[in-house]
């Protein structure tokens, strides 16, 4: 099976940075999108970020021009760089990737969620 592991989230103050991090590992054959979704108390997960096999990306909204969310295909892992947080943006975030395992299975892949608190 794979499993991705997540880092980086932790309290930041208003108008500061943080970079998330996801690693997969496992018996993975080849990844295709992968993506960052967060869910703040009393809301649905959002998808935050993604970015395809090819590189294209995709933003919501709210973080267009704040975030930017990149890969490195050798590593299996994703990234995403927050810039000019808002205590708006204080959820937990999700890493998510869409693997091809070994046994040719492709099926989307959850990591745990690591908290994000933006304090004003």
């Known amino acids: 099976q794979v499993q991705l592991v997540e880092s980086g989230g932790g309290l930041v103050q208003a108008g500061g940075s943080l970079r998330l991090s996801c690693v997969a590992s496992?018996?993975?054959?080849?990844?295709?999108?992968m993506g960052w979704y967060r869910q703040a108390p009393g809301k649905q997960r959002e998808l935050v970020a993604g970015?395809?096999?090819?590189?294209?990306?995709n933003y919501a909204d709210s973080v267009k021009g704040r975030f930017t969310i990149s890969k490195d295909n050798a590593k299996n892992t994703v990234y995403l760089q927050m810039n000019s947080l808002n205590p708006e943006d204080t959820a937990v975030y999700y890493c998510?990737?869409?693997?091809?395992?070994?046994?040719?299975?492709?099926?989307?892949?959850w990591g745990k969620g690591t908290l994000v608190t933006v304090s004003s």
């Open positions: 998510k990737m869409e693997v091809t395992t070994t046994n040719y299975y492709r099926r989307d892949y």
């Open positions: 496992g018996y993975i054959f080849s990844i295709n999108a």
């Open positions: 970015i395809a096999s090819g590189g294209s990306t």
